[in-house]
């Protein structure tokens, strides 16, 4: 999963940087509204992680913009300004949620996860598919039960595919999601991590569709 953290604090940035790095996600940080607005151009994220009180232009004039757009990018609201009626405004103006500085680290991943399992339709939050169970908390994941051990950028891959059962995902949009900016990105990084996925789940789990990309089937062959 790709996220967009918009915070001009450099202690909170690096901070939240290294939390959701560390929780597999990939991570774009800028520190202002236009920059905000021109990654949101370029790019698609699963979440936008939104300070408010940001230079150049405010972070409720982004969310604005992003939402005149149609653009559905679940938001996330992180600032200190804790007033009731600044709440409903954000809320009001497109935000999926809000939490307000200085907020618990654990509470900010839970709400990220939720957002972003609300924005693929899912209620549940474990994804269990075709013998296979995945933990987004825990990163714990089964076969049959049984506990099989991936490396980071494997469940990546595989959270995303389990989540959307049935859709093809080419490898210029695995990529997508799984790096940002600043990552280093091999030619072949993504058939490297699909093929180590096949050896500890099974040769058939994942399917390739020639010229297309990769996709679990939404049932059994």
Known sequence: MRLLLVEDDLMIGESVLDLLRDEGYAVDWVKDGEMA????????????????????RDGLAVLQRLRARKDRTPVLIATARDAVAQRVEGLNLGADDYIVKPYELDELLARIRALIRRAAGRAEPVYEHLGISINPVTHEVTVDEQPVLLSAREWSVLELLLARPGMVLSRKQLEEKLYSWKDDLSSNAVEVYIHGLRKKLGPHIIQNVRGVGYLIPKAAA
């Open 37 to 56: 607005d021109t990654a949101l151009d370029a790019q698609n994220y699963d979440l936008m992680l939104l300070d408010l009180g940001l230079p150049r």
